[in-house]
């Protein structure tokens, strides 16, 4: 059962996130063989004040 975890900033709709799980479902289904009702996936969202980019804040 491929577990597939994804890291974003806060901020996009849910229809966003829905539309990202399916995409990804459809590429590790195509490029592993995955059975769909298999994969599992989960989004973890960061706020934005605890995202850096070399060091500094990005918000």
């Given amino acids: 059962m491929p577990l ?6 806060e901020g996009r709709t849910p229809e966003q ?3 990202l799980a ?3 479902t459809d590429a590790v289904q195509e490029s592993i063989g995955a ?3 298999a994969i599992r996936i989960a989004i973890y969202e960061i706020p934005t004040a605890h995202w850096f980019i070399a060091g500094v804040p990005s918000g």
């Avoid at 597939?4 to 900033?9: G, L, S």
Wanted: proline share 7%.
């Fill in 17 to 19: 996130k829905k539309a």
């Fill in 35 to 37: 059975p769909r009702q």
């Fill in 22 to 24: 399916e995409k990804v």
């Fill in 4 to 9: 597939i975890q994804i890291t974003i900033v």
